[in-house]
């Protein structure tokens, strides 16, 4: 994991959620109109900085804030949740951001999972454009496992 409160990548910055972030984080769902995703609360904030089994990072590209990235762990398995205001969707930053926040996990994490519902076209097409692939058929809810291993999404992918 890395040691660092922030990451770099070019432009890409990573900050870890602390406690004071939670406005920050609210503010970035201020122009969401899908109604889609669950807003972050006091309960979210606690379970994401208890540092035990999950770990959040609000997204910035220069300085603008675009996301949040929210991992949570389970042996060796994160499942990652991915949020990307309106404005930054669709402009290729879900490869660099999720390689960015891998970087974050702990020693031990082989697999990432993403649970996308099957009617999530563009996330269904993003994520698998990364490699990701289906544990399965879709769960009761039409919800996909997509599933790749952490060493195949941090290394560089064909073109």
């Not at 009761?140 to 599933?147: A, I, K, P, V």
Request: negative net charge; hydrophobic residues 40%.
């Amino acid at each position: 994991m890395c040691n660092r409160r922030t990451s770099e990548d070019g432009q890409l910055r990573l900050v870890r959620v602390t406690a004071k972030d939670l406005a920050q984080a609210l503010a970035l769902f201020e122009d969401d109109t899908s109604g889609e995703v669950a807003r972050p609360d006091a309960e979210w904030l606690a379970h994401v900085t208890n540092g035990q089994n999950a770990l959040a990072l609000l997204v910035a590209f220069g300085n603008e804030p675009v996301g949040l990235v929210q991992f949570d762990l389970e042996g060796r398995l994160a499942l990652v949740s991915v949020f990307l205001r309106e404005a930054s969707r669709g402009k290729g930053l879900l490869r660099p951001v999720l390689q960015a926040a891998a970087r974050h996990l702990p020693a031990g994490i082989d697999e990432i999972s993403a649970l996308v519902s099957e009617t999530n076209l563009r996330s269904m097409t993003a994520f698998s454009a990364l490699g990701f692939n289906r544990s399965g058929p879709p769960d009761e809810d039409g919800f996909n496992d997509l599933r790749l291993r952490r060493d195949r999404l941090l290394q560089h992918s064909p073109t």
